[in-house]
């Protein structure tokens, strides 16, 4: 019982550090991330998403890894110009949609 309880205290003890190092990670680099993301979309709650994306897909997920020729931050950066275009692209996808849509039911009526 007593091991139990100490790996129990071990996992919390990880899980406090893991927390403040992707807390201080995103003090450091969201807002010039943010910067980048909201010259594309120009929308503020959407480059609040996608930004919110980068960091829970990159960190939790580790997708983001930092090599030798790599920062970390040109690693998020990447990403982050990923997760943007790739919304950017869906949202006029749907746009898209929604206008044949309503060019169709024009139509039919």
Do not use: W
Not at 14 to 40: F, M, N, Q, T, W
Not at 79 to 90: E, F, M, N, P, Q
């Amino acid at each position: 019982m007593k091991d139990l309880i100490k790996e129990i205290n071990e996992s919390a003890k990880s899980l406090e550090k893991e927390e403040a190092s992707v807390s201080a990670l995103y003090d450091k680099y969201a807002p010039a991330l943010y910067g980048r993301i909201i010259k594309v979309v120009k929308q503020k709650d959407i480059a609040e998403k996608i930004l919110e994306r980068v960091f829970l897909n990159a960190l939790v997920d580790k997708n983001v890894k930092q090599s030798n020729h790599i920062t970390l931050f040109t690693s998020l950066l990447n990403h982050s110009r990923k997760k943007t275009y790739g919304t950017l692209k869906a949202l006029k996808m749907m746009e898209a949609l929604r206008c044949n849509s309503q060019n169709e039911i024009a139509v039919v009526q």
